[in-house]
């Protein structure tokens, strides 16, 4: 296309925001409007993409941050005859393929975005992955507002991306002035975005957002620029082309007062058709399969199961060339180091920034990658937002959280994960795992590797001995009864750190004549239900005890077991309702009422009790 044609290609984008919009009465039109000059450059010079083939490995990815401007996004894939009029006009409507925010129920859309700061992050992992892992030409665009540039996990990016020289990457940065409810921080100067910026590596073009003439050069610089991402910084007007809305505060999110008007007013509906650019032809990388061959533990070996996980990990790493290992600098405590000796190819160290460490696996998973991220338990809670997107992707994660609990002794409370079997529970479609034992914790790890969605794995940080052989089968959903009789009149239900605890704790109500059954519930969602019954229709009384916050954790699980109308057994619940200080593992137990001492005056009290 001339620069004629670029310019009615952008003026069809907004009015067909403008229609989609209208048609869903509600929507983000003016943040769409504002870009549309931008994107049509991008879609009819620079993007290299076959629709018909959206798994084509040489295909590049565009990425909406600013996935509030989905009309626009849409617009773009109608242009290119992906979609006909007629889904277009589908928008925001039940059961359409066209969401409020885009999501990957297209197929063309690699990753779901919306929540604001996330599609630059994502956009490095898929840049890291055609560098790094895939080895192959293809760029990726991302689409950033100005608003989201208040993020700290857009400056992770920047970041990220300037110290890995990710010339693969463009940000084309809508510099529109107007966010949600007003000016933005730095309204139009574009030279303060820019200066920080470059301040992490970046080359930085500054451009009249709506000059196609200065857009293609821009992108042309970008793909020219060797050894650093480029970011295009353009100044726009929000709802450009109507003067209702052009500029103006108050139209945020909302379609145009008159969209009859507004169309007229873009010179009305056309019908250009974009011919895009074919990906080169490319061969993916090879991702060699063997048998895999997990470390084998002797029962009674005392072994950590951050170091068990961290073995098991690089032993899948050399049986699956399609396994990457991701880390937040804390690989030597995650144990992910071992993976890091055997394949430093497949490894990708982080930093601390925890948001970039999801949203870079993220990224990964999209290129087909089977991405294991490990940090500390406890700093998860960053990157919650980012899981809770990835579920929204459908992209498969496997996430292993390491000291975690009071179990970890002298670091004191903030280094101590109590509330990630909660927050990962939460999350749609999530397997969360907690081994107590070396062997487990291998075959768990093999386990989560084709497993969908979000998988957690907890560990913890001391040596404990191993309770099962290394052929001992694991299956996600189940759980292992360690101690059982005809005589249990009560059940301790533990997990991680506490089973070695609660078996303990039965040995010491046996001397009082009391039979306790424990049960090993590792696999903490989904739970295993009918063990759970079974126990509750032959002893009565259940004890759970985890090291974990009361809210949300093991206890909670077990209860949800029976939420389908059936008896429910007497439950005590033990779990760290305090504050804890700096102490040793064995004290820390003990202060927060889940050491053996307090299981064992729990199961009693119940027995003793009547009802």
């Not at 617009?75 to 992906?82: C, E, I, N």
């Not at 409020?100 to 690699?110: A, E, K, N, Y």
């Not at 590596?201 to 200065?214: K, L, N, Q, S, Y």
């Not at 050399?318 to 995650?334: F, H, N, P, Q």
Request: proline share 6%.
């Amino acid at each position: 296309m001339d620069l004629d044609h670029l310019r009615e290609l952008g003026q069809q984008l907004r009015v067909d925001a403008v229609r989609a919009a209208d048609a869903a009465g509600s929507g983000h039109p003016t943040s769409s409007m504002s870009a549309a000059d931008l994107m049509a450059v991008l879609l009819a010079r620079h993007l290299h993409y076959d629709f018909d083939r959206p798994d084509h490995p040489g295909n590049d990815h565009l990425v909406f941050s600013k996935g509030h401007a989905s009309p626009l996004l849409y617009a773009l894939f109608k242009a290119a005859g992906a979609i006909g009029d007629d889904e277009l006009l589908t928008f925001r409507r039940h059961g359409s393929r066209l969401e409020g925010h885009p999501t990957p129920r297209l197929p063309w859309v690699d990753v779901a975005t919306g929540s604001l700061g996330q599609g630059l992050p994502v956009g490095v992992g898929l840049a890291l992955a055609g560098k790094r892992l895939d080895r192959l030409p293809y760029r990726t665009w991302v689409l950033c507002g100005d608003s989201e540039l208040a993020e700290g996990s857009m400056w992770e990016a920047f970041e990220y991306a300037g110290h890995e020289g990710l010339d693969n990457l463009t940000a084309i940065v809508d510099v529109n002035r107007l966010g949600q409810r007003g000016p933005t921080r730095h309204e139009w100067d574009l030279d303060a975005y820019a200066r920080r910026i470059r301040a992490f590596g970046w080359h930085t073009v500054e451009i009249d957002g709506h000059d196609p003439a200065a857009v293609e050069a821009a992108y042309a610089e970008a793909k020219a620029t060797p050894h650093r991402p480029t970011a295009v910084i353009a100044r726009t007007l929000k709802g450009q082309g109507v003067d209702a809305v052009e500029d103006r505060e108050g139209a945020h999110g909302k379609p145009l007062p008159d969209a009859a008007e507004a169309i007229a007013e873009l010179g009305g509906q056309r019908a250009l058709r974009v011919d895009v650019q074919p990906p080169p032809e490319v061969r993916e990388s090879e991702r060699p399969l063997a048998d895999l061959r997990l470390p084998r533990y002797e029962p009674g070996e005392e072994v950590a199961t951050r170091d068990a996980y961290g073995r098991a990990l690089a032993a899948l790493g050399t049986a699956r060339g399609d396994v990457v290992a991701l880390d937040g600098e804390v690989s030597d405590s995650t144990r992910a180091k071992f993976f890091a000796q055997e394949h430093p190819d497949r490894f990708i160290e982080c930093y601390i920034a925890e948001q970039q460490l999801v949203a870079a696996a993220v990224g990964v998973r999209a290129r087909g990658w089977v991405p294991y991220v490990s940090t500390f338990g406890a700093f998860l809670t960053r990157a919650h937002d980012f899981l809770r997107m990835a579920a929204v992707s459908g992209a498969g994660l496997r996430v292993a959280g390491s000291h975690a609990g009071v179990a970890i002794g002298p670091d004191g409370p903030s280094q101590m994960a109590l509330e990630d079997l909660a927050m990962l529970r939460a999350v749609h479609g999530s397997t969360v795992l907690y081994p107590c034992d070396p062997n487990q914790t291998g075959r768990l790890v093999s386990a989560m590797c084709d497993r969908p969605g979000i998988s957690y794995l907890r560990t913890s940080r001391d040596a404990y001995p191993g309770l099962y052989g290394p052929e001992e089968p694991f299956a996600i959903g189940g759980s292992k009864v360690l101690r059982s009789s005809g005589e249990d009149q009560v059940t301790l239900a533990a997990a991680g750190v506490t089973v070695h605890e609660a078996l303990a704790a039965a040995d010491r109500l046996a001397e009082e004549g009391i039979a306790a059954r424990v049960i090993d519930l590792y696999s903490v969602k989904p739970v295993d239900a009918e063990t759970l019954h079974e126990a509750a229709r032959d002893t009565g009384r259940i004890v759970t005890v985890e090291d974990h916050r009361p809210e949300g954790g093991l206890g909670d699980a077990v209860l949800e077991a029976f939420a389908d109308g059936r008896p429910v057994p007497r439950v005590a619940r033990l779990a760290v309702r305090t504050m804890p200080d700096s102490a040793t593992a064995d004290e820390q137990l003990a202060a927060a009422g889940i050491d053996r001492e307090a299981i064992t005056a729990a199961a009693r009290r119940l027995v003793a009790s009547p009802g």
